[in-house]
């Protein structure tokens, strides 16, 4: 009767301990679920600490890992969210998002070795993955392989051909070799799939048909469309600006002021990253060479290095240093 007593013990006791796990990764999934929410309102700081309580309740949690890093990406902590990634990797070595994350982070970090190997990664463990494809190409970019870069774009259009953003990236690749007749159809798909903001694809277009030599009438006839556009489609407000002012309603000074209007000091970067670079752009157009110069440069030292506008001014500076038109 006593070792049937203890085993009986044991039995409970083991079912009170499933049972207590059971219950902390339900309580986990709680907070994992309120972090999810957090992020998706922008409040990172919500997410991060919603995120821990769920890997303080279940320390085996990958994918809380893998989103807590994903949050402090958000927030510019590139380290933080390198070592969350790599947590997630050690727990579930086939978590592709934690692989894909990482890549991320090192992007943006600037470390682009790092990104092209997890991204790889990530690609062995989902050959079909379109956006894998898509961001590697983008990190080739960085490191000027535009081959390689177009090679991954493709393939992404290949595998998603609704997929909007590798046509606008391959575009830009194709608009900075000054293949314009090339980039011209891939800005059209990118609108054509609801690439957003549209501003942007539109204004490539604006840039690169002109550059083209069409005549006046089709320009005109292209810019009233754009105009129609951004008279019913308020997009976010640097891109919206610099919209603004390639239609003649507001000046390169208001452009400026505008784009110091951001949320905190990335942002303004970010905003003004685009805004030395359209401005560039006009000024070329207008043959004004050394004023382009100028706002190229003046692009390239927000050091916003992610963006297709600071690839794009890189590349302008290039040509023209070289005395290409």
Not at 32 to 56: L, P
């Amino acid at each position: 009767m006593v070792k049937k007593g203890i085993f009986f013990f044991r039995f409970l006791f083991s079912i009170f301990i499933v049972t207590t796990a059971f219950a902390s990764e339900m309580e986990a999934q709680k907070h994992f679920d309120q972090a999810v929410r957090f992020f998706f309102s922008r409040n990172y700081d919500g997410a991060i600490a919603e995120f821990t309580k769920a890997i303080e309740l279940n320390p085996k949690f990958d994918r809380a890992y893998t989103n807590r890093g994903i949050s402090w990406m958000e927030k510019g902590e590139y380290d933080r969210a390198i070592d969350d990634c790599s947590i997630a990797m050690e727990l579930n070595p086939k978590q592709l998002q934690a692989y894909s994350s990482r890549g991320n982070a090192w992007r943006f970090k600037g470390d682009f070795n790092q990104a092209v190997a997890d991204y790889t990664k990530a690609i062995e463990l989902n050959s079909n993955e379109a956006r894998l494809y898509n961001n590697r190409g983008a990190t080739w970019v960085n490191k000027g392989d535009f081959e390689q870069a177009i090679a991954d774009f493709t393939k992404a259009i290949e595998l998603e051909p609704k997929y909007a953003m590798p046509y606008y990236n391959r575009g830009n690749i194709l608009y900075c070799r000054m293949n314009l007749k090339g980039a011209i159809p891939d800005y059209h798909k990118a609108l054509e799939n609801d690439y957003q903001p549209r501003n942007y694809p539109y204004l490539m277009l604006l840039i690169t048909l002109q550059k083209t030599g069409m005549s006046q009438k089709e320009y005109e006839a292209y810019k009233r469309e754009f105009r129609n556009f951004v008279a019913y489609n308020r997009t976010y407000d640097s891109i919206w600006n610099i919209s603004l002012f390639y239609l003649g309603n507001i000046s390169e000074e208001e452009v400026l002021v505008r784009a110091q209007k951001g949320r905190n000091e990335k942002q303004i970067k970010e905003w003004l990253c685009e805004a030395y670079y359209y401005l560039g752009e006009y000024r070329l157009l207008k043959g004004d060479k050394k004023g382009a110069e100028d706002y190229f440069q003046k692009c390239i030292a927000t050091n916003v290095f992610t963006t297709a506008e600071y690839q794009n001014a890189k590349a302008m500076l290039k040509r023209m240093a070289e005395g290409k038109p």
